[in-house]
T-cell receptor, first 113, second 111 residues
Framework: EAQVTQNPRYLITVTGKKLTVTCSQNMNHEYMSWYRQDPGLGLRQIYYSMNVEVTDKGDVPEGYKVSRKEKRNFPLILESPSPNQTSLYFC????????????FGEGSRLTVL | QKEVEQDPGPLSVPEGAIVSLNCTYS??????FMWYRQYSRKGPELLMYTYSSGNKEDGRFTAQVDKSSKYISLFIRDSQPSDSATYLC???????????FGSGTRLSIRP
C-alpha cells in the first residue's frame, strides 16, 4: 500500500530534550516536505527536499533541522524543543510537484511542556 | 494580509444540501489550485486540482476558479454525512514547488 508513515504519532516531551520525528514514504517520491498545523494558521511549511541531499527552508524553519540521506526518509529534528513548537506535524511527499499532488502522513501530535 | 484567505466555519448543513466552500487569494501568479479534504485525526488528502481558470467536475464535486476575481470555490452536491471534514484550499505557482494552504473550513453534514 502506498503510504507516508510518521512516528511517533503522539509525543509529550519537555523543553530542551532533543527529539526526532521520522518520516518514510514507499512511493519513490523525490519531493518531501514537513508542515506544522496550528488552529487558525493552517498548514505552514517547515522544510522541504527536492531530492537526496537537497533540502531547503520553508516558511517556519526556526528551531528545526532535517536531513535527506535516503530517498525514502526525511526525519524532522528538534534539537532543543520549546513550548511554541507544540503542534500537529505532517510529513508529505510527491512524485511531481507541479500539480501540487501531495501525499500526507497521518500526523504527529507533539506537546512540549 | 494572508496570501490565501478561507473562512474557518464551522459550516453545518443538512444531508442532501449543496455546499459551497470558498477561498480568496492575493497573488495573481498562482496557476494551480487544489482542494484537500482532512478527516479528524488524519492527514489531508487531495480531492481535486485545477490548472488555471475554469471548472472541473468529479462526481459530486465541482471545483471552480475565477482568476479575474482571485476566487476559488468547491461545490459539493447531494452532500453526505461522510463529507463531514475540514476542507483546505491550496495553490501554487506553475514553476515552484511551494504550496500555500488556506486555514481550512470545517464542514459538518447533519443526517
Amino acid at each position: 500500500e502506498a503510504q507516508v508513515t510518521q512516528n511517533p504519532r503522539y509525543l509529550i516531551t519537555v523543553t530542551g530534550k532533543k527529539l526526532t520525528v521520522t518520516c518514510s514514504q514507499n512511493m519513490n517520491h523525490e519531493y518531501m516536505s514537513w508542515y506544522r498545523q496550528d488552529p487558525g494558521l493552517g498548514l505552514r511549511q517547515i522544510y522541504y527536499s527536492m531530492n537526496v541531499e537537497v533540502t531547503d527552508k520553508g516558511d517556519v524553519p526556526e528551531g528545526y533541522k532535517v536531513s535527506r540521506k535516503e530517498k525514502r526518509n526525511f526525519p524532522l529534528i528538534l534539537e532543543s524543543p520549546s513550548p511554541n513548537q507544540t503542534s500537529l506535524y505532517f510529513c508529505a511527499s510527491s512524485f511531481r510537484t507541479n500539480t501540487g499532488e501531495l501525499f500526507f502522513g497521518e500526523g504527529s501530535r507533539l506537546t512540549v511542556l | 494580509q494572508k496570501e490565501v484567505e478561507q473562512d474557518p466555519g464551522p459550516l453545518s448543513v443538512p444531508e442532501g444540501a449543496i455546499v459551497s466552500l470558498n477561498c480568496t487569494y492575493s497573488n495573481s501568479a498562482f496557476q494551480y489550485f487544489m482542494w484537500y479534504r482532512q478527516y479528524s485525526r488524519k492527514g489531508p488528502e487531495l480531492l481535486m486540482y485545477t490548472y488555471s481558470s475554469g471548472n472541473k467536475e468529479d462526481g459530486r464535486f465541482t471545483a471552480q476558479v475565477d482568476k479575474s476575481s482571485k476566487y476559488i470555490s468547491l461545490f459539493i452536491r447531494d452532500s453526505q454525512p461522510s463529507d463531514s471534514a475540514t476542507y483546505l484550499c491550496a495553490m501554487k505557482w506553475a514553476s515552484a514547488s511551494k504550496i500555500i494552504f488556506g486555514s481550512g473550513t470545517r464542514l459538518s453534514i447533519r443526517p
